[in-house]
């Protein structure tokens, strides 16, 4: 078996994501201040970022929900690890980690970002909360918000307004001042690649 670094190709932009779990809910920030989302919409994401030097997925994971929302987790291992490709198609693959990621999913950075059309490795670790958030950042997260896994696989299907998310049990557990009932809603990331997973495994 293979390390999950040995997986991607070499000099790749890596990144780490959290399928974060509260009970049978999935936690996701807001986009904040400083991510150019269109006007009266914004992206839901899973608490993550990017890899940085000497550091090995599971300290990234940790190191991210500290500065993001000071939050200590508990990242739980999985086997097989799934593959999403660009395209997003799902297969098993074999990594040889202490602690194995959930989710592997090669992304494409969308349209109108800094790095538009590069691909994007993201190693998303299913992980659970020790304490309830803490300060946020707003210029990185306008909030955080719980989903039930219907809602989270909902979202493929197009932009939604919070209010239609709110009314299926959606909740606001930490920020949101910038979140308006009429805000559209869309999934970025690993919250995309959680989706599509979840939705699989209802076929």
């Given at each position: 078996m293979l390390k999950a670094r040995d997986i991607i190709p070499e000099k790749a932009e890596i990144g780490v994501g959290l399928a974060l779990k509260d009970g049978n809910e999935y936690i996701f920030f807001l986009a904040g201040s400083r991510h150019n989302c269109p006007r009266g919409e914004m992206f839901f994401a899973g608490i993550g970022g990017h890899l940085e030097r000497g550091e090995n997925?599971?300290?990234?994971?940790?190191?991210?929900a500290a500065e993001e929302a000071e939050l200590e987790i508990e990242i739980k291992d999985s086997h097989p690890t799934l593959f999403i490709s660009r395209e997003g198609k799902i297969k098993n693959i074999q990594v040889e980690e202490r602690i194995r990621p959930w989710i592997l999913y090669k992304m494409v950075h969308p349209p109108g970002t800094p790095r538009a059309g590069q691909e994007y490795y993201i190693f998303i670790?299913?992980?659970?909360?020790?304490?309830?958030p803490g300060q946020l950042h707003p210029e990185e997260i306008g909030g955080l918000i719980a989903l039930a896994p219907r809602e989270v696989i909902n979202s493929?299907?197009?932009?939604?307004?919070?209010?239609?998310?709110?009314?299926?049990?959606?909740r606001v557990i930490?920020?949101?001042?910038?979140?308006s009932e009429e805000t559209l809603?869309?999934?970025?990331?690993?919250?995309?690649?959680l989706a599509t997973v979840l939705n699989s495994l209802e076929r």
């Open positions: 997925l599971v300290q990234c994971a940790e190191r991210e670790f299913l992980a659970g909360m020790k304490n309830v493929l299907q197009g932009k939604k307004k919070w209010r239609d998310f709110k009314r299926a049990g959606a930490a920020g949101g001042e910038k979140l809603l869309y999934p970025l990331g690993t919250a995309r690649a």
